[in-house]
């Protein structure tokens, strides 16, 4: 079944593509949801608008995650914990305590876009990339400090 996708479905394709998925899929997933439209000759017709109201609306998130990420790249962030012998930390570092971190400064990001593969054990400097958008990642600097 042919269908237009309103925004990006992984595995399946991005927005304002037409792409050949199954009845099932389309009746049970993507049209309740409002992801796709059936792409029949009307639809059609109107593709090229909303492929040019979906890519407006990529470059303003585009643009708005820029933004955040020269914030970002422009701070650099202090977490005092308690440490013991070799610099261990008592507990870690994680990324809910980044972003609480990075909200005290003034910047708002979801704490799922924080890279941190595992949490931050030890006292030291350490750069956390923090993907605001699927173009655009920031670093932060993060120094964990005795305390």
């Not at 998925?21 to 389309?26: D, F, L, T």
């Not at 990529?58 to 070799?86: D, Y």
């Not at 610099?87 to 994680?94: A, C, E, I, N, Q």
């Not at 971190?101 to 941190?116: I, Y």
């Amino acid at each position: 079944m042919r269908v237009i996708l309103k925004q990006d479905v992984q595995g399946v394709g991005s927005a304002g593509d037409v792409v050949n998925v199954s009845a099932g899929y389309v009746r049970n997933f993507l049209l309740p949801r409002g992801m796709a439209i059936l792409a029949s000759a009307g639809s059609m017709a109107s593709l090229e608008h909303q492929k040019r109201i979906i890519a407006a609306g990529r470059a303003k998130e585009v643009a708005a995650a820029q933004r955040v990420a020269t914030q970002i790249a422009n701070l650099a962030i202090s977490i005092r914990r308690e440490a013991g012998e070799n610099d261990r930390l008592f507990g870690s570092v994680t990324n809910r305590d980044l972003v609480e971190a990075l909200a005290a400064e003034g910047v708002t990001v979801d704490r799922r876009t924080v890279q941190l593969s595992e949490p931050i054990r030890s006292i030291g400097l350490f750069n956390v990339g923090i993907r605001l958008h699927k173009e655009v990642e920031a670093t932060l600097k993060v120094f964990v400090i005795a305390g």
